[in-house]
């Protein structure tokens, strides 16, 4: 009940329709009279409650459960609201009702992973929004001091007072634009937008762009500001604003840092954090939904067990007694039969539910209980009744067409109809011919008949019941139903349809079920399906937040958002449009704009800022949304992709397995039916087999196609051997398995961008006949000597080059010996550079400046390089035809291509003017030349490796992508083809009515303009395929949605104008869209790329012979910290009696530390304390109060000076506070007795005011822990860096060339801020489209037509741009950048930051730093030897999982101490570095074993560093200290080991010796007490006739 009052009570406030002015429409006001009896049924709800539970003080009780807390806000609030009197505002207030949907969630189980993950994220959620808020005040205080009233120039137009915008002006320019004031800046900058003189003077009176609301006025509007440009929304405006005030030139280094480290990296650990606790919870959910059903079965067996036991021992009791009947007797051991029967058949029933393939499935007429026994009747009817003929027939028929069903001519008849249907579906587009109108017409028909023909065969050829058993039948069904249904609905309502036969094309996905290839896409989507629970429940979540915040916003800003100028479209008047309006800010695009719209409802005039209190709910909304519940889908995605690549590898193993048990079988029975001459014969065909699969090893002997066909998928190797050495060969000769195994491998790691053309094929015979005497035969090359850029030389190919140049021919072995000169590779690489650097200084504009002519003589010399280098290549390897030769690689043939069209272009320029384009397009291509580094540098190649590899996985998902994607765009294209046609008049809805001219009346203009009407097309339509899925692909990158949204909701019918809101549930559509590819397939591809990077890395320890358990990645981190770890030095002064060592005392005290932290702190306010346009009073006391911080901080830095002496300088942070200082120091002299009339801007000296916050992340272990890891992130970046901005490059030059000489306006996207007209320019062009900062914008600015630039020389009937170069350059550089290459950043992230959601009871590189800190405290002179108690002590005092901790009993840190066994010196001391490596080995279990194995695995680790870390094993030294030799541990020496296993043993013989002591005290006294009760009792026995006797 109470459920459906909540959501009765949804529905009563989204039936509110909100009207400017606190106006109420009838239905409204009778809405709010139903407000009293949700707040009675709540209120009773809640009361009931507290009876029942008691209020809050015992546990258990209503006050401590969070709903209950919610439950009673609301309820309170609903009280106080109605109480309350008329003329107290409490709308905000009654906004809390909109919590009430969420108890909706409680009462939800399915939603237990997805709200728990999230809910147990909060903890390491938390610390990285300190470190985002930390950035942000960071970045804010910076934009305060260099930005502060920056925006609040404009140009004023001359004669004017007032500083409305209408007397701004602003002439060729889109928007108003901030100018250079002089006045306000004494400074010359250049290039800054100046006002156009005589007309306009500038002026600082403007209130600034967005009403105010983008500014560096304050700190609250500076941290609003960079929140908004860290969420890459509207940030390149706020740029060219700066641009436009300052000057162009230092703004880049504020907001491209601010981009990459808040956008790429901070917000992406969000991402990290919930990715972690997600795959965590849904683990721990399984294991307790498995655990309970577990139980639960073994309770219902219990139960049945006893029930049985029950009902046995009565009918025994029943048998036994005399009164039963024999009949009685003969009944129930009849039923015991039954029973046992039944029981073994349940047994051995087999299970249907795991078919994949329910089409083959042929009991359609097994049924069960009486209709079974009705349908026997039948059957010996039709067999015996007078039709017996007929049905005979009829059966055999059905079973003809069973068979016809199931074969493959008919699915692959199927496939092909589907596919015909898909392609004239497809070929509809707006202003088709009639014929083609009418042909469309007629086959949709025909293919309707035609699907309806093969269900009604399948139905009856199968059955019913087996026909719906199969997924794709009930789909196939569906999709025919609902095609009937449209088909219908079109002809009674004409031009009407929904697309939906468009769907038919879903059944092309059955093509996979006939390759085995697609088992990974099959694992993938048999995994999305299992968690099919938790995307479900993560939507229904979504709907709630989307829905609470819907009504939330209708209850602040319903009725504000009608301004003069009109009501923006995204409001929140109505429902619908309010829920439209919170899911576009959850897609991030334009959320800037509505929040600009909402702060201004509510007031943002000069002395009433309140408005910008309401941006708190757009931040909420952001943060909690986009970039919480949105990255939870990408979590699921890579859980999902991790789930289906271990059901893959398990499936392969299966498989492997399977083959192999086969192949045993085989040979057994071969063994068991084959005489002595078989036998002898099947052995010669294996030892044949086993050298051809020696061969896949070697890979220099020429073609043989019975290897090619028995290792088809090795065909592409490089001929070195990836064994360790050439004799590796010849164990793998007669091992068949384990051949293919390092075949396999070898294919896995290599690239096809690798190949050196070398077949594996085996054959002895030389390629040339003439050569074949004097040629030596062929020796395989070892792994080493095939090295790429500065390694040893490799052996000549044993064959003839082009059949002239022979091994041993002169010619060829001066070419060899050049080719492998030491420098020859690294004197290309610098001509590359050399050259990449002119192809970036070209003047894309004026072709023939001077400047390009001297480059292009430049151009003719690296020319002429990479061709003689090409040309000793060629003569060294061969052109095509052998093994090794310089066209089977890859790589040559793209320096071939690049060489070949480079001479071409020479060669052509002055004889075919005709064709410039051509030749034009043919030099474009030099820009590849930068891709010839990537084979040359080990490091940036195993990164592009991961970008292929990255590609070749998506490629199974890009299939289906493209797939639902052209779904998508035909069902688009039927829905809207024709409808995007507006008019420049909005009055006229026709072409026939647009004609002729009207007034226009700009805005902030009093006299209106006379304009020509014009028909035109909005830039983004679906009049055709091509141009739907253009549209389609810019929704999926999130940008420009908004408008396209709009324009599809707003839609009439063909060729007519738009109606506002005339097709509201258009934006079905879109929805449906964006959780199908945003949301779902983006996600999946940014997945692929993290899982693939982090398989890389697992590749890479694979490579080094490592089982993945031995050393993991956190293995290799924490060994490597310790390679590259060395102690810190504490300097402490000798003489404790000298004030240097009373003033160390004070520096390095903890009140001290404390202090300069409250100093950094309450320095910080008064940074932020600075606003546009302070007194002149308040100026001088922050002036005053930033002297006296500089003296502070100065006098912190003098006192740590003396104290510290020359080791002040070997502390990094004291380094930083000492630059701080200085440069405060000049900061506060250039303000007291600068000018600023110098060229230079002093104003950076401000920075350093900034720079002292840096100092407050020192403190917290959180947060340095996070900044440790940040820059971990950092350096394993380089080459990821130069990889993207390899990309960026190639890019900026195609641009330059391409688009460089449009001309420059100001009212497109191409424009003074953004262009192509320099090499820098470029790069910023491109970097704002990878931010996806409306790159549609400059997309469509660069299609063909515009006018060309002045300069270039080309006249008016001549236009710049290209439309097929523009789609293709800006959709394919959108696909690398934003969906592989930008996610690269995110997979290095997770990789690094993996720490926050796991274990921490694990050692991780992370914990290491305690170590060094605790190390400096005993060994301040940073010596790296302590004394071995000492290092027990500190190993006790630390907390694990680096420590032992103060609570480890103290044999077990003992017996830690002796698997440990550090070599001890001769002064009792240990050294850092072994000991820390000693410490993660026994921590990690790395190579650890039993005693005797200990010498061996020893060995076995210094092999792996040597492998893994070669540079650092030179040093012989520091291998020792890692892994301490033998010699060092033997019995001369003393180890840590030896000490401790003494120390335990003369403890164990302490003990055994005092328990043998009281042993023996024990047995002492038990011995005296029985010898005295002895006595007594001999005493008293004794008479005096015994006595006698005895005497």
């Not at 030139?249 to 990290?272: D, R």
């Not at 702060?599 to 986009?626: P, Q, W």
């Not at 789930?643 to 590898?649: F, P, V």
């Not at 405060?1224 to 720079?1251: K, P």
Request: proline letters at 3%.
């Amino acid at each position: 009940m109470v459920l459906l009052t909540i959501i009765a009570n949804c529905i009563v406030l989204a039936l509110e329709e909100h009207l400017p002015n606190d106006d109420k429409t009838p239905l409204a006001v009778q809405l709010e009279e139903t407000e009293i009896y949700f707040v009675v049924i709540f209120l009773v709800e809640a009361l009931l409650k507290i009876v029942a539970l008691g209020f809050v003080l015992h546990k258990g009780a209503y006050l401590r459960n969070i709903w209950n807390i919610m439950d009673f806000v609301v309820v309170v609030t609903g009280i106080i609201t109605m109480a309350a009197s008329s003329q107290l505002d409490l709308r905000t207030l009654r906004a809390v009702r909109v919590l009430r949907p969420l108890k909706l969630v409680s009462g939800i189980p399915s939603l237990q992973v997805v709200l728990k993950s999230i809910i147990r994220a909060m903890t390491p959620l938390l610390q990285v929004c300190l470190l985002v808020f930390f950035a942000i005040i960071i970045f804010a205080i910076v934009g305060l001091e260099f930005y502060s009233g920056a925006f609040k120039s404009a140009c004023f137009k001359l004669g004017t007072v007032g500083n409305d915008e209408e007397n701004i002006y602003i002439g060729d320019e889109a928007n108003i634009r901030p100018c250079w004031d002089k006045t306000q800046n004494a400074a010359g900058y250049f290039d800054a937008f100046k006002c156009q003189e005589n007309v306009s003077e500038c002026r600082a009176r403007w209130v600034g762009p967005n009403y105010g609301i983008t500014s560096f006025d304050n700190i609250a509007y500076a941290m609003l500001t960079v929140f908004q440009c860290i969420t890459m929304e509207g940030w390149t405006e706020v740029l060219y604003y700066t641009n436009d005030a300052i000057g162009p030139y230092i703004n880049w280094l504020y907001f491209y840092p601010l981009i990459i480290l808040g956008s790429f990296f901070m917000l992406n650990l969000v991402l990290g954090v919930l990715s972690g606790e997600f795959a965590k919870e849904r683990l721990r959910v399984e294991n307790r939904r498995s655990y309970i059903k577990l139980r639960r079965q073994q309770q219902i067996d219990m139960e049945l067990s006893g029930y049985l036991e029950w009902i046995c021992k009565a009918e025994e009791v029943i048998l036994n007694e005399e009164r039963t009947t024999d009949e009685d007797k003969l009944r129930i051991m009849e039923a015991r039969k039954r029973a046992a029967t039944k029981m073994k058949k349940m047994g051995k029933e087999p299970s249907d539910e795991n078919n994949e393939d329910n089409d083959d499935d042929l009991l359609s007429d097994i049924n069960i209980g009486s209709y079974s026994l009705g349908r026997s009747k039948i059957q010996s009817r039709k067999r015996t009744g007078r039709c017996a003929a007929f049905w005979k027939a009829e059966k055999h028929f059905r079973y003809s067409l069973r068979r016809l069903v199931k074969s493959q001519p008919f699915y692959w008849t199927v496939i092909v109809l589907v596919f015909l249907n898909t392609v004239c579906t497809a070929s509809e587009h707006y202003g088709q011919a009639e014929w083609h109108e009418q042909f469309l017409y007629y086959t949709e028909f025909v293919f309707l008949g035609l699907f309806i023909f093969e269900m009604l065969i399948k139905m009856y050829g199968l059955g019913i019941r087996t026909y719906f058993q199969s997924s794709f039948n009930i789909f196939d069904c569906g999709v025919i139903i609902v095609s009937i249904i449209e088909v219908i609905w079109s002809y009674y309502k004409d031009g009407a349809s929904f697309g939906i036969s468009t769907l038919r094309a879903l059944r092309l996905l059955r093509v996979f079920k006939v390759t085995r290839y697609w088992s990974s896409l099959r694992n993938l989507v048999v995994s999305l399906l299992s968690s099919m629970r938790s995307i479900v429940s993560l939507l229904f979540l979504l709907f709630l937040f989307i829905l609470i915040f819907a009504l939330l916003g209708m209850q602040l800003f319903g009725g504000e958002m009608n301004f003069d100028d009109g009501r923006p479209d995204a409001h929140f008047d109505t429902f619908p449009i309010a829920l439209l309006t919170v899911f576009q800010i959850l897609t991030g695009a334009d959320w800037n704009e509505v929040m600009y719209a909402g702060i201004r409802a509510h007031g943002i005039e000069e002395g009433d800022k309140t408005g910008m209190f309401y941006s708190i709910y757009f931040i909420i909304l952001v943060v909690f949304g986009n970039y919480t519940l949105l990255n939870v889908f990408l979590a699921i995605a890579v859980d999902n992709l991790t789930n289906a690549q271990e059901m893959t590898a398990a499936e392969e193993e299966e498989e492997v397995g399977r083959k192999e048990h086969l192949e045993e079988v085989r040979k057994d029975v071969q063994n068991q039916f084959t005489d002595q001459s078989q036998r002898n014969k099947l052995e010669k065909e294996v030892l044949e087999e086993g050298a051809a699969v020696q061969a896949v090893t070697v890979n220099i002997c020429p073609p043989s196609p019975a290897n090619n066909e028995e290792n088809p998928k090795v065909s592409n190797f490089n001929y070195i051997s990836f064994s360790k050495d050439s004799n590796h060969q010849n164990d793998l000769k007669n091992n068949k398995n384990t051949a293919n195994a390092v075949a396999k491998k070898s294919n896995i790691s290599q690239n096809e961008f690798d190949n050196d053309g070398l077949d594996t094929e085996n054959n002895n015979k030389p390629a040339d006949s003439n050569n074949s005497e004097e040629d030596p035969p062929p020796q395989p090359p070892k792994k080493e000597e095939e090295e790429g850029a500065f390694g040893g030389p490799r052996p000549m190919l044993p064959y003839s080059s082009m059949f002239i140049f022979g091994p041993k021919n002169p010619i060829r072995r001066f070419c060899h010996f050049v080719v492998n000169l030491r420098y020859f590779d690294l004197f290309i690489m610098i001509v590359i550079c050399a050259s990449s650097f002119a192809l970036a200084t070209e003047e894309p504009v004026n072709e023939k400046a001077l400047r390009n002519q001297i480059l292009n003589y430049f151009d003719y010399v690296f020319t002429i390089v990479f061709t003689i280098e090409m040309i000793l290549k060629v003569i060294d390897l061969g052109v095509f035809l052998h093994p090794g030769s310089y066209c089977r690689n890859l790589w040559n043939i793209l320096d071939a291509t690049v060489v070949i069209c480079a001479l071409v272009a020479f060669f052509f320029q002055d004889t075919a003017s005709k064709n410039l384009n051509t030749i034009k397009s043919m030099r474009v291509l030099r820009v590849l030349r930068p891709l010839k580094t990537i084979n040359r540098v080990p490091k940036l190649k195993a990164v592009f490796d991961c970008v292929v590899n990255s590609l070749k996985n998506v490629a199974n998902i890009l299939i289906v992508y493209m797939l639902f994607q052209l779904i998508f765009a035909v069902i688009a294209v039927q829905l809207f083809k024709g409808k995007f046609f507006y008019c420049t008049d909005e009055s006229k809805s026709t072409e026939e009515e647009c004609r002729g001219q009207f007034f226009y009346y700009e805005e902030f203009e009093d006299t209106p303009t006379v304009q020509n009407r014009e028909w035109l097309r909005h830039d983004f339509h679906y009049d055709n395929l091509f141009e739907a899925m253009l549209t389609l692909f810019t929704v999926t990158t999130g940008e420009g949605w908004p408008n396209i949204l709009h324009n599809s909701m707003d839609s009439t019918y063909e060729d007519q104008g738009p109606k506002p809101g005339n097709r509201m549930e258009m934006a079905i559509f879109y929805v449906v869209f964006f959780i199908v590819f945003p949301f779902f397939f983006v996600n999946i591809f940014v997945a692929l790329i993290i899982i693939t990077f982090q398989d890389q890395g697992e590749a890479e320890l694979e490579d080094a012979q490592l089982d993945k358990n031995q050393l993991s990645a956190i293995d290799k981190q924490c060994i490597d910290f310790a390679i590259n770890a060395r102690p810190t030095s504490r300097y402490m002064p000798k003489n404790k009696k000298t004030i240097k060592y009373k003033i160390w005392k004070l520096v390095v005290s903890t009140k001290f530390e404390y202090f300069v932290m409250t100093l950094i702190a309450l320095n910080t306010i008064v940074l932020m304390m600075k606003y546009d346009g302070m007194s002149n009073e308040y100026k001088t006391i922050l002036k005053y109060l930033n002297m006296g911080f500089t003296i502070m901080f100065s006098i912190e830095c003098t006192l740590k000076l003396i104290g510290f002496g020359k080791n002040y300088f070997h502390d990094p942070w004291n380094v930083f506070d000492f630059i701080t200082v200085v440069g405060s120091i000049i900061d506060v002299l250039v303000n007291e007795f600068g000018t600023y009339n110098s060229m230079f801007n002093v104003g950076v000296f401000r920075l350093f005011r900034a720079a002292r916050l840096i100092k407050l992340l020192r403190q917290g272990y959180t947060i340095r822990l996070l900044l440790w890891t940040f820059l971990q992130s950092f350096k394993a970046l380089p080459y990821v860096c130069l990889l993207i901005l390899m990309l960026f490059f190639i890019f900026a030059i195609i641009g330059m060339q391409v688009f460089g000489n449009i001309k420059l306006d100001s009212q497109t996207d191409i424009n003074r801020h953004n262009n192509f007209r320099n090499f820098l320019y470029a790069l910023m062009l491109l970097f704002r489209c990878a931010t996806g900062e409306n790159w549609q914008a400059i997309m469509m600015a660069c299609l063909s037509g515009r006018p060309c630039d002045p300069e270039s020389g080309l006249n008016p009937p001549k236009t710049c741009g290209s439309s097929a170069i523009a789609y293709v350059y800006f959709v394919s550089f959108m696909f690398l950048s934003s969906f592989l290459m930008l996610n690269l950043f995110v997979a290095v992230i997770m990789d690094n930051f993996d720490y926050l959601t796991r274990d921490s009871s694990i050692l991780g590189p992370h914990h290491l730093d305690e170590y060094v800190r605790e190390w400096a405290e005993i060994d301040p002179g940073a010596t790296g030897r302590i004394n071995y108690q000492d290092m027990y002590e500190m190993l006790k005092n630390m907390e694990p999982p680096v420590g032992f901790g103060k609570n480890c009993p103290t044999k077990f840190a003992y017996r830690k101490l002796i698997r440990m066994n550090m070599p001890v010196a001769n002064d009792n001391t240990v050294h850092f570095t072994t000991t820390l490596f000693a410490l993660i080995r026994e921590s990690l279990s790395i190579k650890m074993g039993p005693v005797e194995e200990m010498d061996k695995l020893d060995d076995e680790l210094r092999e792996l560093i040597r492998k893994m870390w070669p540079v650092q094993a030179r040093k012989k030294k520091l291998l020792n200290l890692l892994v301490p030799h033998n010699s060092e541990l033997n019995d001369n020496h003393m180890t840590v080991g030896k000490i401790y296993v003494g120390l335990i043993i003369a403890e164990n013989w302490r003990a055994y010796k005092a328990s043998q002591s009281k042993m023996n005290n024990l047995k002492m006294v038990e011995d005296k007490e029985e010898v005295s009760n002895h006595g007594d009792t001999q005493s008293a026995d004794l008479d005096p006739k015994t006595a006698t006797t005895s005497v």
